[in-house]
Nanobody
Framework: QVQLVESGGGLVQSGGSLRLSCAYYGTNFGHTVMNWYRQAPGLERELVATITPGSSTSYGDSVKGRFTISRDNSKSTVYLQMNALKPEDTAVYYC?????????????WGQGRQVTVSS
């Protein structure tokens, strides 16, 4: 059973920066695809960034060039560095982990962290 515990986020002015962390409690972090999603009120959950076990990364179009996902396998933690934040980045951010045993749809979610960007 995998547990994901998120931290960070909060309130920042437009143009500012925040960092989210997601600590993975389980036994297979090194083989796990880690993702950040976000969901704003009234909107569907959106994939923000992905990092593979080999540290290949991909980003949603709306955050490319501003957000950076990274992982520290020694700490079983994934990070999302968010720079040049905009009011439209305001959302609850969720960490999502899956591996080849769970499959892409059967992974685990974190509890979510609120990020609010004021204009």
């Amino acid at each position: 059973q995998v547990q994901l515990v998120e931290s960070g986020g909060g309130l920042v002015q437009s143009g500012g920066s925040l960092r989210l962390s997601c600590a993975y409690y389980g036994t297979n972090f090194g083989h796990t695809v880690m993702n950040w999603y976000r969901q704003a009120p009234g909107l569907e959950r959106e994939l923000v960034a992905t990092i593979t076990p080999g540290s290949s990364t991909s980003y949603g179009d709306s955050v490319k060039g501003r957000f950076t996902i990274s992982r520290d396998n020694s700490k079983s933690t994934v990070y999302l560095q968010m720079n040049a934040l905009k009011p439209e980045d305001t959302a609850v951010y969720y960490c999502y982990a899956w591996d080849f045993e769970t499959g892409r749809e059967g992974g685990s979610w974190g509890q979510g962290r609120q990020v609010t960007v004021s204009s």
